[in-house]
């Protein structure tokens, strides 16, 4: 796989145009979608406009989930990115189905609001005109289903984000070394010398290098804070904090 995110692959510029096509079907339905003519016998205002929240509240729905799941990709995981593409598609769908049913049956969508206005939601000689908000939905929803599609493609390119995980501390490796080194000086000095056959000054010599790599080894702990240094960023200050250190100690 490739590590350069090609152009239309980058994830500001497939998160924004998600967020934006489904806020334009949020804000279609804040339009009129339905122009209704009452019967001028059953009330003394026969002309209703009908909003799209109002003919159709599953687009309002629809809308809202596309923005949120679009937003949320930014911050996912590659296996949580899959699944935001799927719910980034079926909110499309669901916009551009929902759009479509009030086209079809346009006095359907206008049902609550001539109930509102004559007590019954249907009545003779009722006329219901449609605007071009409900084409414009249908439109935007097929749109949003493939910005889904371009989620899930795009996706693949971008990096998982840095998790707060607690880092490994630079003094441990510090220690080790140290250790390591206390033990070849034991060793080397502990090694039998055939120009001293006394064996109390093999003895002396054995615990004159374990002294010798003790002393070795003891300037690993103040390397440990020396190596830690200031938090470089937001992220290992919480890795400090988590530690139990103070992230505002620069020594």
Known sequence: ????????????????????????????????????????????????????????????????????????AGIAGRIARWIIAVIVTVSGVGVAVSSYRIISDPLQGAAGAIGKAIGVSSAEGTV???????????????????????????????????????????????TDAGTTDAGTDGAGTDAPDTDAPDTDARRTGSAAGSRSGTTAAAPADPGKDSAAGPPVDEIDSWDRLTRGEDPTDTK
């Not at 795009?154 to 441990?172: D, F, H, I, K, L």
């Open 1 to 72: 796989m490739s590590t350069t995110t090609p152009r239309w692959g980058r994830k500001g510029t497939v998160i924004m145009g998600t967020v934006l096509l489904a806020a334009l079907a949020f804000g279609t339905t804040t339009r009129t979608w339905l122009n209704v003519t009452l019967p001028a016998t059953g009330v003394v205002t026969p002309d209703v406009a009908v909003s799209g929240s109002d003919a159709a509240t599953a687009v309002t729905a629809f809308a809202v989930v596309g923005v949120a799941a679009a937003l949320a």
């Open 128 to 174: 219901a005109e449609l605007t071009a908000m409900p084409y414009a939905a249908v439109v935007i929803g097929i749109l949003i289903a493939l910005a889904g599609i371009w989620l899930a493609l795009a996706g693949r390119y971008w990096t998982t984000s840095r998790r707060y995980a607690p880092a490994a501390e630079p003094g441990a490796a510090g």
